[in-house]
């Protein structure tokens, strides 16, 4: 699929915020769904990147600049074409219904949770962590879409000073939540898997992998989880995740 | 378009190579899988295998590492769930396989063949694995005595794939072609490695990987062009191609087909631009069939 840039903005050193219209219409994507992106003629491969939000003909990505890929990515202009595959993956859960759900994000992870939020209708709350306040982003978006949105740092220098898993363990002492759903670095996930598991409530993470087909054919972006019949086996990021449920996942 | 291939007549010269298309169903949901000439499968082994822990992928200039480690759920499965499914399809189904010992490599051909695939690619080159694999295919010994076991069992054309690691191409060929394979494929991966050098830690798990892409097309065209001098049966040549172009390249150093692999995750519908676009290149240069481009060379 082919989309032309909107805008692309740096919404603070670094992290870009890339607007689309699709170029034909496009299907409603699941909060936790990506779209593997063409990276210009220099960049062999695509690059996965979750969606943020999506509304009536405009697909918005934020994204940090990593590598090549991701620079080319963050020079585009308005009027400018990228080619795409969309939606791809397996999303998150987004049930509006019933008791509220907790969106954790983390870092580079929180921008799908903005569309987590939308697709929520304004019933999740929200937590975020950042390393420092320097890299926060997407709070106001965030703030607009939940009625509660908690803020922490690792130094302490934006919200409180600590971890997501130590908010989430408070909030979830005061809300009984419908389910959890995380998106962030690693270690970050499986605290906050262990959280949620306490308060026995579902959660959900999603994944990160080095990534070739994006489609689920060439294996290249496995991840350890337990197998059906016992065991474990090795499952595809794109295809059967990025989200999984977390009781899935072998950390 | 239409290609008379070791007996094996393909509606047109282009196929997928094996490891980059699984058994079809993903790309079957993008396009009509009939619209290839053969699709060789992802590489199969007697038992199931869970392939290599991440990362399994790296890019590189124009390339890309892989280090999946032959991933499949054993050749079984492929008969029972994955062989009726790509069945459905108009397109030639050419199972490859790999084992641990010769006799491995004779069971994978005399279930497969039985089992009515079109042709079977015996893997004499994978360099992700412990066992096999890239052993049975740097020695022209090792590499016969595969073929001639294959052979033996299989009653369906038998294409050997050979590895560009090695001294001379030429000489596992002739070896593979003596013991009695009807075609060869090549090039297999070349072993390579990248090195993270903010962590100083290998960027695969497994440390090395193999590498493919346009950044090898170079080294495919060579040694097309080497082992096409040396033997008289038909060679399939992969190895980077991205464009008609590429395709075409390969032909003329002698591949009587071609193989599209890493150019699907550029772009999924790649090898349906080879075809359109080698049909034009033909009708550009005035070739009346697509065989005749095979050795064109000048």
């Known amino acids: 699929m082919l989309a032309t840039v909107l805008s692309l903005a740096e919404l603070r050193p670094g992290a870009f915020d890339l607007r689309l219209e699709p170029s034909e219409p496009c299907r409603k994507a699941r909060a936790g769904q990506f779209a593997h992106i063409l990276c210009g003629p220099e960049n062999l491969l695509r690059r996965p990147i979750s969606l943020c939000d999506q509304r009536e003909d405009m697909l918005r990505f934020v994204f940090e600049k990593k590598g090549a890929g991701t620079s080319w990515l963050a020079r585009r202009r308005p009027g400018e074409t990228v080619d795409l595959l969309f939606p791809l993956g397996r999303g998150f859960t987004a049930n509006p219904d019933g008791p509220p759900t907790l969106l954790v994000g983390g870092g580079a992870g929180v921008p799908p949770m903005v569309y987590a939020a939308r697709r929520l209708n304004g019933t999740a709350h929200a937590v975020t962590g950042f390393r420092t306040a320097g890299l926060a982003m997407l709070l106001d978006d965030l703030n607009a879409l939940c009625p509660k949105v908690e803020v922490c740092s690792d130094d302490g220098s934006l919200g409180a000073r600590g971890f997501v898993d130590a908010v989430c363990r408070r ?42 087909c994006g489609l689920g054919a060439c294996l290249g972006c496995a991840c350890r989880t337990k197998a059906p019949g016992g065991g474990e086996t090795y499952s595809r990021v794109c295809q059967d995740g990025p989200v999984f449920d977390a009781g899935e996942v072998i950390w | 378009m239409a290609v008379s291939f070791a007996g094996v007549s393909l509606k047109n010269p282009v196929a997928v190579a094996s490891g980059t ?125 595969v073929t001639r076991a294959v052979r033996d069992r299989s009653n369906v054309p038998v294409m050997v794939k050979l590895s560009p690691n ?133």
């Open chain 1, 171 to 212: 909030l979830m002492g005061e809300t009984a939540y419908a389910r959890v759903l995380a998106c962030g670095p690693k270690p970050m996930l499986r605290a906050v898997a262990a959280a949620a598991a306490e308060f026995d409530v579902p959660c959900e993470v999603s994944l990160e992998e080095r990534m070739g």
């Open chain 2, 21 to 145: 298309f699984g058994f079809g169903r993903e790309y079957g949901l993008r396009f009509d899988l009939s619209r290839l000439g053969a699709i060789c499968v992802k590489g199969l082994t007697i038992a199931p295998r869970g392939g290599n822990p991440p990362p399994r992928v790296a890019e590189t200039p124009m390339g890309m590492l892989n280090s999946v480690g032959l991933q499949n759920p054993g050749v079984e499965a492929f008969i029972q769930n994955e062989l009726p499914f790509l069945r459905k399809y108009d397109v030639k189904i050419i199972a490859n396989l790999s084992g641990e010992t010769v006799a491995e490599y004779a069971e994978l051909a005399g279930r497969l063949s039985d089992a009515g695939v079109d042709m079977l690619e015996v893997n004499i080159s994978c360099p992700n694995v412990k066992a096999g694999g890239l052993a049975f295919g740097v020695d022209p010994a090792s590499a016969a005595a």
């Open chain 2, 166 to 298: 090695v001294a001379d191409i030429a000489d596992i060929a002739r070896a593979a072609e003596a013991a009695g394979a009807d075609a060869l494929s090549l090039i297999n991966t070349l072993l390579g490695m990248r090195i993270d050098v903010n962590t100083r830690r290998p960027v695969l798990a497994r440390g090395v990987g193999g590498l493919s892409g346009p950044a090898v097309r170079p080294v495919a065209v060579r040694c097309v062009w080497q082992t096409a001098q040396a033997v008289k049966i038909p060679i399939m040549g992969m190895g980077g191609v991205m464009t008609a172009d590429d395709a075409a390249e390969l032909m003329l150093a002698g591949a009587s087909a071609v193989a599209v692999g890493t150019a699907l995750f550029r772009d999924p519908e790649a090898p349906l631009d080879v075809i359109d676009g080698l049909a034009a290149y033909c009708a550009r240069q005035g070739f009346t069939r697509a065989a005749d481009l095979t050795g064109a060379l000048r």
